[in-house]
C-alpha cells in the first residue's frame, strides 16, 4: 500500500551535458534543415498555409513566460501538496536526458508516480500520441484514452480535469510555439520548423479549476514545472501533428493496478 509522506518540491537533477556528441548531433540537424528547410518552408507558406497559419496566428500571443503566475509557487505548491502530486514527488521526478527523450521521460514520470517496479530505459521513445499509449499500457498499470485536440475544448478540459484524481494519470502532447512563441530568428529554417512540427509530451500534475490554470511538469529542464490558462495549452494541443496529420492529443490513463 501507498503510504502518503508529504514532500516539498525540490528540482530534479538537471540532464548531465551531452558533451560533443550532443554538439555534433544538433550542428548537423541545424545544417541539414538550412540545406533543405528554406524551399520547405516556402511550399508550406504557398500551399499548406492552412495547416499552419493558426501556429503562427497563436505564437503571436504574449509569451508565457511573461505572465505573472507562470512560476506561481504559491499555486504550484497547492499541486504539489495534492495525493496525486505527492505521488509524482515520491516518484521521484526526472527530466529528459536530451532532445527528444520527452516522452520516454514523460512515461517513467507516470510509471514512478505508480510506483512501477519497472521502469523503460530513458531513451528516444513513443513519436506520437498512439505510440505512447501503446508503451505506457504494455506495463499492465494503466489504460489510456487518447483525447485529439480536434475533439474540442470542452472534451479537452474534461480530460485535464482527470489530473486531479488518484485514478488517472494525465499527459499531454503539444506544440511549444502557441505558448512561448518562436526562437528567434523566427524564420531560420531550424527555428521555424520546429516552432511549426516540433511536438512535445510531458505530464500534467493537476488542474487549479478555480484559477483555470494547467500545472504542467515540463521535462525539459529549461521550463520545469509552470502553470497555464487553459484556453492557451488548449490552442498548443489542438496543432497539427505532420506525423499522424491528426491534432496533438491529451492521454488520460486509468489507474488499473
Not at 548531465?16 to 545544417?31: E, F, N, T, Y
Not at 504574449?62 to 502530486?85: A, C, H, N
Not at 505508480?114 to 513519436?127: D, E, I, R, Y
Request: charged share 20%; hydrophobic share 45%.
Amino acid at each position: 500500500m501507498f503510504k502518503m509522506v508529504f514532500l516539498p518540491y525540490g528540482e530534479p537533477p538537471a540532464p548531465a551535458d551531452g558533451g560533443h556528441g550532443d554538439k555534433l548531433r544538433r550542428a548537423v540537424i541545424v545544417s541539414v534543415l538550412s540545406v533543405i528547410g528554406i524551399p520547405y518552408m516556402i511550399y508550406l507558406m504557398i500551399f499548406r498555409r492552412s495547416t499552419i497559419a493558426p501556429v503562427l496566428a497563436a505564437a503571436k500571443a504574449e509569451s508565457i513566460k511573461l505572465d505573472p503566475v507562470f512560476k506561481d509557487m504559491t499555486r504550484l505548491q497547492r499541486v504539489w501538496i495534492s495525493t496525486v502530486g505527492q505521488r509524482y514527488l515520491q516518484g521521484p521526478l526526472e527530466y529528459q536526458r536530451r532532445e527528444g527523450f520527452c516522452s520516454s521521460a514523460t512515461l517513467r514520470n507516470v510509471l514512478k508516480s505508480l510506483n512501477a517496479s519497472a521502469l523503460p530505459p530513458a531513451k528516444s521513445g513513443a513519436s506520437t500520441p498512439t505510440k505512447y499509449v501503446a508503451a505506457l499500457d504494455a506495463h499492465g498499470h494503466t489504460t489510456s484514452t487518447i483525447v485529439y485536440g480536434s475533439d474540442g475544448y470542452d472534451a479537452f478540459l474534461a480530460a485535464i480535469k482527470h489530473a486531479n484524481s488518484d485514478q488517472y494519470r494525465v499527459a499531454v502532447n503539444f506544440l511549444r510555439s502557441p505558448l512561448f512563441g518562436f526562437a528567434s530568428p523566427m524564420y531560420a529554417p531550424f527555428n521555424f520548423l520546429l516552432g511549426i512540427f516540433g511536438g512535445h509530451f510531458s505530464v500534467v500534475i493537476g488542474y487549479l479549476e478555480e484559477d483555470d490554470l494547467v500545472a504542467v511538469f515540463d521535462v525539459n529542464h529549461s521550463y520545469g514545472p509552470y502553470l497555464v490558462e487553459s484556453k492557451r495549452l488548449f490552442r498548443a494541443v489542438n496543432s497539427f501533428d505532420r506525423m499522424t496529420s491528426k491534432s496533438r492529443a491529451v492521454i488520460v490513463s486509468r489507474v488499473v493496478s
